[in-house]
Nanobody, 126 residues
């Protein structure tokens, strides 16, 4: 059973930065594509970013391009989301999802992931 645990959220001022972590426990990390999603109150879950199993493919929502960077560290079974120049509209609960895929270069920002973490709150406010 794969388990995911997000961490790194918090309260930050506009223009600030955070690094979110998604730690995976259980076998098979190299075979899971990972996605980061967020959900604001009253809104649907939004696909923020994703990374393929080989790390060679990444994707970002238009709203975060140039500000967020996703990466994976196979030695630590962890995927990171570095968020810079944060804005109030980035506020929400951030979730990571994982799904096994035979394609090393595939990932999706659609919430079609089999495994999910519990989420970490990010609040951007002055």
């Amino acid at each position: 059973q794969l388990r995911l645990a997000e961490s790194g959220g918090g309260l930050v001022q506009p223009g600030g930065s955070l690094r979110l972590s998604c730690a995976l426990s259980g076998a098979g990390f190299p075979f899971y594509a990972i996605g980061w999603f967020r959900q604001a109150p009253g809104k649907e879950r939004e696909g923020v970013s994703c990374v393929s199993t080989n790390g060679g493919t990444t994707a970002y929502a238009d709203s975060v391009k140039g500000r967020f960077t996703i990466s994976r560290d196979s030695a630590k079974n962890t995927v990171y989301l570095i968020m810079n120049n944060l804005k109030s509209e980035d506020t929400g609960i951030y979730f990571c999802g994982a799904d096994w895929t035979p394609s090393p270069s595939f990932c999706t920002r659609r919430p079609r992931y089999a495994y999910w973490g519990q989420g970490t709150q990010v609040t951007v406010s002055s």
